[in-house]
């Protein structure tokens, strides 16, 4: 079973708008990264949040993380066509699972110009 | 600076077969793990070496099994291939005690 959930699946949005989506997740965790995949090719890493941390900018991109609803979210805002691509978030366990990366199913959004 | 390589790009197979593919990690980094993303889902975690052992496993059967060599590259072997073994799988490398992990633009799997 996946230990991240993505929400919504799929997201539409024009170029200037806002983009935001949320994972939830069911155990204690290390720290929550988000990755982007284009295509269906390999997945470049957006930002690492740990879990004693509440959020986190880089660029155009804000993650929030809250522990205590086990749930993150990232926005990214002004988005252009280039951000089309799926975004998935990723847990981190604690200890000795570390390095074991548990994916959600993703969110796949479209930037229409 | 490279960043981590996989190959083949694509692959056929069909079923009973065997099948490795290869992955060499960016430069200085000496952690490898393995995915599989089947179409539409997340990757799933199959393994992940370090220092030419397995650290860490999924919930993947036997029939999947790795090496790393001693320059930190590694292979992925997997045997009496299923229908449902075609995927994309996914390298990723990483420094030990780093969060991050680099991915590689994975292996296209077909098993017919």
């Known amino acids: 079973s996946q230990q991240g959930e993505e929400d919504p699946q799929a997201l539409s949005i024009q170029e200037g708008e806002n983009a935001t989506m949320n994972c939830s997740y069911k155990?204690?965790?290390?720290?929550l990264q988000w990755y982007r995949q284009n295509s269906g090719r390999g997945l470049v890493h957006l930002i690492l949040i740990r879990s004693n941390e509440r959020e986190k900018h880089s660029g155009r991109l804000r993650v929030t993380l809250d522990t205590s609803k086990k749930s993150s979210s990232l926005l990214i805002t002004a988005s252009r066509a280039a951000d089309t691509a799926s975004y998935f978030c990723a847990t981190d366990l604690p200890t000795d699972s570390w390095g074991k990366l548990q994916f959600g199913a993703g969110t796949q959004v479209v930037v229409t110009p | 600076d490279a960043g981590v390589t996989q190959s083949p790009t694509h692959l056929i197979k069909t079923r009973g077969q065997q099948v490795t593919l290869r992955c060499s990690p960016k430069?200085?980094?000496?952690?490898v793990s393995w995915y599989q993303q089947a179409l539409g889902q997340g990757p799933q975690f199959i393994f992940q070496?370090?220092?030419?052992?397995?650290?860490q496993r999924g919930n993947f059967p036997d029939r999947f099994s790795g090496h790393q060599f001693p320059n930190y590259s590694s292979e992925l072997n997997v045997n009496a291939l299923l229908l449902g073994d075609s995927a994309l799988y996914l390298c990723?490398?990483?420094?030990?005690?780093?969060?991050?992990?680099?991915f590689g633009p994975g292996t296209r799997l077909l098993v017919l």
């Open positions: 155990t204690s965790i290390n720290n």
């Open positions: 990723a490398s990483t420094p030990l005690g780093e969060e991050t992990q680099y």
């Open positions: 070496y370090y220092e030419e052992e397995e650290r």
């Open positions: 430069s200085g980094h000496d952690t």
